[in-house]
C-alpha cells in the first residue's frame, strides 16, 4: 500500500523569509513520481512541482524547490523568498504507474505568509 | 492550457435526492478522477476511469456511482445524499499511461446536504 503522510497540518511564515514543508511516503516500488500542489483560498489546485524517483537531481521551479531523500522516503518543499501569494494548503503527492496511475494524497499543509 | 470544469460551484440537496455532479476535461485525457476534499483528510478518492464506459472505485465508493460516456465528460452521482456527504468534491483529469501524468483539477463542488 502507498501512503503519504504530511505531519505539519499548518504552518507560518513571514513574508520574504524561507519555509520548508515536510512530506514521507511509503511504497515498496521503485518507479514512481512525487508532487506538490498548492490550493489558494477558493480557487483551483495546480502543480507546484514534480520529482521522478530516478532523478538524483533535486527539482525546482523558480522559488520552489524540493529535497528528495528516495533512501529515507522524504520528499520536502523549500519556499524561498515567501510572497503574500503563497498562502495557501500545499499537498504532497505521490504516484506509481503499477497502480494504474493513482494518485494518493497527503493531508495538506496550511501555509499562511505574515506581512 | 488544460481546462477542467465544473457544473457548480456550490450546491445545496435535500437527503435523499439523487445529485449529479458533472465534470467536463477539454484536452483529450484519457483519465478522470473524482474526490472528496475534507479538512484533515486530504484528497480521497471515490472513482477514477481510464476509458470511454470504464470504471474503477477507489478507496470510498460507498454511495456514490459514475458514469463515463463520453471521453470528456465524467459525471459522479450521488444516489440518495445523505449528509455525511456534505463536503468539497474535486474532478482531476490526466493524459493516460506513458505520458506527463500530471492531474489538472477542476475549481470544485462545495456540496451540502441538509
Known amino acids: 500500500a502507498q501512503t503519504v503522510t504530511q505531519s505539519q497540518p499548518e504552518m507560518s511564515v513571514q513574508e520574504a523569509e524561507t519555509v520548508t514543508l515536510s512530506c514521507t511516503y511509503d511504497?515498496?516500488?521503485?518507479?514512481?513520481?512525487l508532487f506538490w500542489y498548492k490550493q489558494p483560498p477558493s480557487r483551483q489546485m495546480i502543480l507546484v512541482i514534480r520529482?521522478?524517483?530516478?532523478?538524483?537531481q533535486n527539482a525546482t521551479e523558480n522559488r520552489f524547490s524540493v529535497n528528495f531523500q528516495k533512501a529515507a522516503k522524504s520528499f520536502s518543499l523549500k519556499i524561498s523568498d515567501s510572497q503574500l501569494g503563497d498562502t495557501a494548503m500545499y499537498f504532497c503527492?505521490?504516484?506509481?504507474?503499477?497502480?494504474?496511475?493513482?494518485?494518493?494524497f497527503g493531508t495538506g499543509t496550511s501555509l499562511t505568509v505574515i506581512p | 492550457d488544460v481546462k477542467v470544469t465544473q457544473s457548480s460551484r456550490y450546491l445545496v440537496k435535500r437527503t435523499g435526492e439523487k445529485v449529479f455532479l458533472e465534470c467536463v476535461q477539454d484536452m483529450d485525457h484519457e483519465n478522470m478522477f473524482w474526490y472528496r476534499q475534507d479538512p484533515g483528510l486530504g484528497l480521497r478518492l471515490i472513482y477514477f476511469s481510464y476509458d470511454v464506459k470504464m470504471k474503477e472505485k477507489g478507496d470510498i465508493p460507498e454511495g456514490y456511482s459514475v458514469s463515463r460516456e463520453k471521453k470528456e465528460r465524467f459525471s459522479l452521482i450521488l444516489e440518495s445524499a445523505s449528509t455525511n456527504q456534505t463536503s468539497m468534491y474535486l474532478c482531476?483529469?490526466?493524459?493516460?499511461?506513458?505520458?506527463?501524468?500530471?492531474?489538472?483539477f477542476g475549481p470544485g463542488t462545495r456540496l451540502t446536504v441538509t
Open positions: 482531476a483529469s490526466s493524459p493516460g499511461q506513458g505520458k506527463n501524468d500530471e492531474q489538472y
Open positions: 520529482q521522478e524517483a530516478y532523478k538524483q
Open positions: 511504497t515498496s516500488e521503485n518507479n514512481y513520481y
Open positions: 503527492a505521490f504516484m506509481t504507474p503499477f497502480t494504474g496511475n493513482q494518485f494518493y
